[in-house]
């Protein structure tokens, strides 16, 4: 039997969770959010340090109050929320089919919001050479092992990668008495927020070695030592550079994948960079009618946009229900010299939209252009632009009055 829904979201992370808010008030009562585990709030409840909802709240909230601000709302408006329900399947005409300790059970919506988040890069993913004992981790399964269940993962621990996730856990860690040897990042700079740098790292003396990579890990039942080595500039190991530690744990911190197999089967396009979905302004993707938001659209630094993101995708997936989107967003929008990626992929003129992009390596002093043909639409100059930080421009309806082409770069 199929059940008729409005609003299926599937995720109840802080994308999904504020996309289900702002649906319920802009009027559409039929929401309803599924989630695998067994609470709402997605990574954040394991997100124990503060720094989040800064921008939002103008707090520093831990991730489990930055939830809970979300889960309480949503339950003062009634809105639907299954938990412990796993999302096996979406089909392009909008069937959603789960699978939970109740059983199997199909429902056709009339729009979806895809709020899935995003899983960690992997050993097996990077293929790190060595033997292969226990006490490899990666940064989210520590941090779960740790804040969750208090289970302590090591003693003395080496990571790699640079990434805010591996930071946080470097300080983590310590506080819980292991000897962070060192951080180990192959880039000549660092993935995570400069902020994360200094209260993580420098506050506790932990060294971050860049240009540097893990080419062995040794041990049998449990890790013995890792071997790092400096990169060259194709991040290709120097010979001699070899440094041994003695250790037990080797926490990875390469990277996140937005989680887009429901995605794929549904029949909606993939950015190459992203790893989420190409989408319109709307955030609507490929397929009409789902919508794409947060983490597995791409992946956020600040939860607060997140929020955001969910509640944009909310409003244009009301409209969408409503027949009230109109527009036709066939203009591609191309990340161009210095911009890694820019999203939206597509838009259409005469609307203020904001867009979201990242730098392809660290600048100083450089201005973003964005640009029609030969006609430049608008400027904006930084003091420093890093990878690591997303950077969002607005620009205004009348800005994008009649463009036909846009190309985002920066200017040498
Ligand atoms: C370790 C860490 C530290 C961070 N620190 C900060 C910080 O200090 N400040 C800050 O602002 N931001 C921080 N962030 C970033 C921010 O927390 C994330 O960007 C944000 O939580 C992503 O939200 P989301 O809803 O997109 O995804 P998630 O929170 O990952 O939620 C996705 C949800 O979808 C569910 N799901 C996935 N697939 C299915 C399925 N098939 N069926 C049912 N449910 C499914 C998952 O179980 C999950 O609950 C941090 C992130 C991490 C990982």
Known sequence: MLIKKDLIIVGAGPAGLAAAIEAKKKGIDDVLVLERELNAGGILNQCIHDGFGLIRFKEALTGPEYAKRFIDEAKSLNI??????????????????????????????????????????????????????????????????????????????????????????ARRLTFEGAKVLAVVEKLPYSSGLQRNITQCLDDFGIPLLLSHTVIKIEGHERVKSVTIAKVDEQG???????????????????????????????????DDITGGAR?????????????????????????????????????????????????????????????????????????????SMRVTSPYKNKTIIFKDGNRQIKKKTFKALNPAEMVRIDLKAQDLNDVRNLEVFIDE
């Open 80 to 169: 639907e929320i299954i938990t412990n329900v796993m999302v096996q399947d979406i089909s392009s005409d909008k069937v959603v089919t789960t699978i939970s300790p109740s059983g199997i059970k199909t429902y056709k919506a009339s729009a979806i919001i895809l709020a899935m988040g995003c899983r960690e890069r992997t050993r097996g993913a990077i293929c790190i050479p060595g033997t292969r004992p226990a006490g490899v981790f990666t940064a989210g399964v520590a941090q779960n092992l740790v804040n969750l269940k208090n289970i302590m993962v090591g003693k003395r621990v080496v990571i790699l990668g640079s990434g805010d996730i591996g930071l946080i856990m």
């Open 279 to 355: 989408v319109d302004e709307n955030l609507q993707t490929s397929v009409p009618g789902i919508f794409a938001c947060g983490n597995v659209l791409q992946v956020h630094d600040l939860v607060d946009y997140v929020s955001a993101e969910g509640e944009l995708a909310a409003r244009t997936a009301v409209d969408y229900i409503n027949g009230s989107i109109k527009n036709k967003s066939d203009i591609t929008v191309i990340a161009g010299n210095g911009i890694r990626y820019v999203l939206p992929q597509s838009i259409s003129p005469n609307k203020d939209i904001t867009f």
């Open 236 to 270: 290709n190991p120097i010979r001699g550079t070899s440094k041994k530690f003695e250790c037990d744990t080797l926490i990875l911190s390469v990277g996140l994948i937005p989680e887009n197999e429901l995605s794929l089967n549904a029949g909606v396009h993939i």
